[in-house]
């Protein structure tokens, strides 16, 4: 973008976060209103499906042969912050941490961009090039992708992980006595609805980018090693914290799967024990 200043004309420093009604995550459907509709669908019969849409599972299991499975996912939204470079980081961290999440380790992936006519391409190639940065991080090839135009500024993967099928963390399974481990400070949401209302503090955005933009792996790999040590008997439910917040996603641990015989419980949290960012 830019203005005329005494004749002049000068750069102007664009606020990504402007471009789009809703930032990130929040910008995601009602899940009651996509549930009502998913549930209308009929089902596919398919043994090699071992985690599929039927649950809110963070990404789908698909079994090749004996001791390999796929695990599928996708995910973009719009711009959470306002540096594309970071834009870009934090959309691929996001999309990355499904297959974390589920115990998978992250091996190709699909780039998904939708772009209005009217921005800089430049701005284009710093989201890309964040994205980039964090899959060649994760190890994982970006081998392709699909762009549209588009009103709202739009970026995020789709990511092919491998799994051993005997050891899928799922998001329900949660059983009386568990303990909840959290990885990450909470605060995200909150501050970045105030980047979008230009109410956040500095520090408050610094921190957020970085927690953001820090990839799952090193939580996943530690969780690996205790499912080891354990023989798989400790680790009971996995879950990513992400758009619906840290009590959307603690239902979905709650809630049980009565298909697979994993009865409800409750949770409790004591918020003093939490990290929060600053802000």
Same mark, same amino acid.
């Given at each position: ?5 005494? !004749? ?18 929040? &910008?995601?459907?009602?899940? +009651? ?5 998913? #549930? ?6 398919? &043994? ?16 090749? $042969? ?21 834009? !870009? ?14 115990? !998978? ?31 060649? $991080? ?10 549209? #135009?588009? $009103? ?8 092919? !992980? ?7 963390? #799922?998001?329900?399974?949660? #059983? ?34 970085? +927690? ?15 499912? $080891? ?18 009590? *959307? ?11 697979? *015989? ?18």
């Amino acid at each position: 973008m830019r203005k005329i200043w005494k !004749g002049e004309v000068v750069a102007e420093r664009l606020k990504l976060t402007a471009m789009a009604k809703a930032s990130g995550c929040a &910008a995601k459907l009602n899940p +009651a209103t996509l549930d009502a509709v998913l #549930r209308k669908l009929p089902r596919q019969t398919d &043994a090699n499906v071992l985690v599929g849409f039927d649950t809110n599972d963070d990404a789908g299991v698909y079994l090749l $042969e004996d001791g390999v499975a796929l695990v599928q996912t996708v995910d973009f939204f719009t711009p959470i912050v306002d540096e594309p470079f970071n834009f !870009g980081q934090i959309a691929a961290a996001n999309a990355l941490s499904d297959v974390y999440a589920m115990g !998978g380790r992250p091996v190709s992936s699909l780039s998904l961009v939708g772009f209005p006519d009217r921005s800089d391409p430049d701005l284009l190639e710093q989201i890309i090039r964040g994205g980039l940065s964090k899959m060649t $991080e994760a190890q994982c090839s970006v081998i392709g992708g699909h762009s549209i #135009r588009n $009103e709202d500024m739009l970026f995020g993967y789709a990511v092919t !992980g491998v799994i051993n099928p005997q050891r899928v963390w #799922r998001n329900v399974g949660a #059983r009386r006595g568990d303990v909840l481990l959290f990885t990450k400070p909470l605060g995200t949401g909150v501050i970045t609805t105030a980047l979008k209302k230009d109410r956040a503090r500095e520090d408050s955005v610094a921190a957020a980018v970085e +927690a953001m933009c820090t990839l799952n792996r090193g939580a996943a790999e530690a969780l690996q090693e205790l499912e $080891e040590e354990s023989g798989g008997r400790l680790i009971h439910a996995v879950t990513d914290v992400t758009g619906f917040g840290l009590l *959307g996603h603690a239902r979905e641990m709650a809630l049980g799967d009565a298909a697979h *015989g994993i009865a409800p419980v409750s949770l409790e949290f004591d918020h003093a024990a939490f990290e929060y960012l600053p802000g």
